[in-house]
């Protein structure tokens, strides 16, 4: 069964300071992994994505993320918060089946970002 | 630059009275979905098309209605609005043709209902 978990539902961290927010994964396939930001009132962008290459993938605004399968994570961070990082960040898990994808989200992480 | 498409960003209904939701792309991807977000939710899917192809999910509620009438339109019609279908409801379109589901959102429509 696929399933994702985001195991924090709020994040707090100064500006400037490192940025972690984590995701754990279960899958029964080779999936595919999605980080996606949403500022309030809006639609979802898409930070990165992890589609079977590169284990380390880099992101938009400084972002990244590492695919371990060991440890079913993939987990997002960021070297140095930015104010304008303050918003709703969602882990996705996305697996072919024979009727096309089956896609889950996880239950969003809100980070804030402190001055 | 191609793009995900939502009018109106704002939409206000009365309850009980019936409403369509548009969006476009043109992005010429063959699958459009359509989900629903409530406050400091994750969104949820209530149908996508794949191509001409209608996948309702087994909990959506029959109140709720789409049309695709050609690849880059797609419209949710909610026929009776409830005061809890007051939502987000959020547009995406993706390709079949990659071998991932990388799926790029509108800017949502904010639906009201009095």
């Given amino acids: 069964a696929q399933s994702v978990t985001q195991l924090d539902s709020h994040v707090s961290v100064s500006e400037g300071t490192p940025v972690l927010l984590r995701c754990n994964y279960s899958s029964s396939y080779s999936p595919s992994l999605f980080w996606y930001v949403q500022h309030p009132n809006k639609g979802l962008q898409l930070l990165l994505k992890y589609t079977s290459a590169a284990t380390l993938v880099k992101g938009i605004n400084g972002f990244e993320a590492e695919f371990k399968k060991s440890e079913t994570s993939f987990h997002l961070t960021k070297p140095s918060a ?6 709703e960040y969602f ?17 969003g992480t809100r980070l804030f970002v402190k001055a | 630059d191609a793009m995900v498409i939502q009018n109106p960003r704002y939409q206000v209904t009365q309850f009980g009275k019936p409403v369509t939701l548009s969006c476009s792309q043109t992005l010429n991807h ?8 409530k406050s400091s939710q994750a969104p949820k899917l209530l149908f996508h098309y794949y191509d001409k192809d209608f996948n309702n999910e087994a909990d959506t509620p029959d109140n709720f209605q789409s049309r695709r009438p050609n690849t880059s339109f797609c419209f949710l019609d909610i026929r009776s609005p409830g005061l809890g279908d007051a939502a987000m409801y959020l547009c995406a379109a993706a390709t079949a043709a990659l071998p991932y589901n990388e799926q790029f959102f509108g800017p949502g429509t904010r639906l009201t209902v009095l």
């Fill in chain 1, 91 to 107: 882990c996705v898990v996305s697996d072919r089946n024979t009727g096309g994808f089956k896609t889950i989200f996880g239950a």
């Fill in chain 2, 30 to 37: 063959n699958v459009m979905y359509w989900y629903q977000q």
């Fill in chain 1, 82 to 87: 930015h104010m304008s990082d303050a918003a």
